[in-house]
């Protein structure tokens, strides 16, 4: 059983430019959430997804955009990209909030 | 809204001793909390949860947690350290009464090194 798949585990933009991530949550799963993990600290909520719509969003400009699809998988872009932007993505598929599973992340860096 | 503080970015143990990492969080819900750990260059693991049943909550590889809502800590343990333990932990809380989103917050971490 395949839990939660990220694309691509490493990414290197500049400055400006835009990034598009991607998720496939486990089977089963229908809200996927995305967290960005800067070096040395702890994940930090950016938004979550539930019936293609953002349901919750944390503290994050509005250059941080996703969407989700009718099969559940979602993407995360990120526009006019900064120096700060840099750090491991990870996105985490629930049932319905029950039961966070976890991906490996993408590690973004921004040069 | 809801906060973690892990009190210790380090801690260092021998193998074969105790571990303590200890969290303090802070809720306006009835919370739901977790520990989670993140070996290198890996995703996010889940170690246990605690979510109103038993407030001593067992998880894998012998770490368990105990709730204790008068001190408003969720503190870790494991009666003896292994090598493979070095890591980093994550206390994380998420508010259960709340319907919309359920985000989890996660504290700054505890790096956990194991010395032979």
């Given amino acids: ?111 | 809204a809801q906060s973690v503080t892990q009190l210790d970015s380090h801690v260092s143990v021998s193998e074969g001793t105790p571990v303590l990492l200890r969290c303090n969080y802070s809720s306006s819900y009835s919370p739901s909390l977790f520990w989670y750990v993140q070996h290198p260059n890996k995703g996010l693991q889940l170690l246990l949860k605690y979510t109103s049943a038993a407030t001593l909550v067992k998880g894998i590889n012998g770490f368990e947690a105990e709730f204790k809502k008068s001190e408003t800590s969720f503190h870790l343990t494991k009666p003896s350290a292994h090598m493979s333990d070095a890591a980093e932990y994550f206390c994380v809380v998420s508010d259960l009464d709340r319907w919309a989103g359920n985000m989890l917050t996660f504290g700054g971490g505890t790096r956990l090194m194991v010395k032979p």
Avoid at chain 1, 19 to 28: E, I, N
Avoid at chain 1, 53 to 58: A, H, I, L, P, V
């Fill in chain 1, 1 to 111: 059983d395949a839990g939660v798949t990220q694309s691509p585990t490493h990414l290197i933009k500049t400055r400006g430019q835009q990034v598009t991530l991607r998720c496939s949550p486990k089977s089963g799963h229908d809200t996927v959430s995305w967290y960005q993990q800067a070096l040395g600290q702890g994940p930090q909520f950016i938004f979550q997804y539930y019936e293609e719509e953002e349901r919750q969003r944390g503290n994050f400009p509005d250059r941080f955009s996703g969407h989700q699809f009718p099969n559940y998988s979602s993407e995360l872009n990120v526009n006019a990209l900064l120096l700060g932007d840099s750090a491991l993505y990870l996105c985490a598929s629930s049932l319905n909030n029950y039961g966070y599973t976890f991906g490996s992340g993408t590690r973004l860096t921004v040069v």
